[in-house]
């Protein structure tokens, strides 16, 4: 069984900051790629950021030059950084990570966390 568990979400004023975390944990043999998802209301689940193993990331251009994704290969854990942020960065944000539950050749999943709501308001 694998778990994603994210915190730091919040309410936060317009040209603030947020920092989320996502911790795995369980059976897992190997992490390759995690990132974060999005959703707010009415709209599609869209990408905001992955990042691999070696910590090469990917951003959604919404997103570049504000946010900053990283991970804790040890701690089984990936961050995203967000600063100036806007009133449309609202939603929910998901952590996804891909993993291979055990060794040999076992396959490999993707895994979702629950999501924490990021509201950004004056």
């Known amino acids: 069984q694998v778990q994603l568990v994210e915190s730091g979400g919040g309410l936060v004023q317009p040209g603030g900051s947020l920092r989320l975390s996502c911790a795995a944990s369980?059976?897992?043999?190997?992490?390759?790629?995690m990132g974060w998802y999005r959703q707010a209301p009415g709209n599609q689940r869209e990408l905001v950021a992955t990042v691999t193993s070696g910590g090469s990331a990917n951003y959604a251009d919404s997103v570049k030059g504000r946010v900053t994704i990283s991970r804790d290969n040890g701690k089984n854990t990936v961050y995203l950084q967000m600063n100036s942020l806007k009133p449309e960065d609202t939603a929910v944000y998901y952590c996804?990570?891909?993993?291979?539950?055990?060794?040999?050749?076992?396959?490999?999943?993707?895994?979702w966390g629950q999501g924490t709501q990021v509201t950004v308001s004056s």
């Open positions: 996804n990570a891909d993993i291979k539950p055990r060794a040999g050749p076992a396959a490999r999943y993707d895994y």
């Open positions: 369980g059976s897992i043999f190997s992490i390759y790629a």
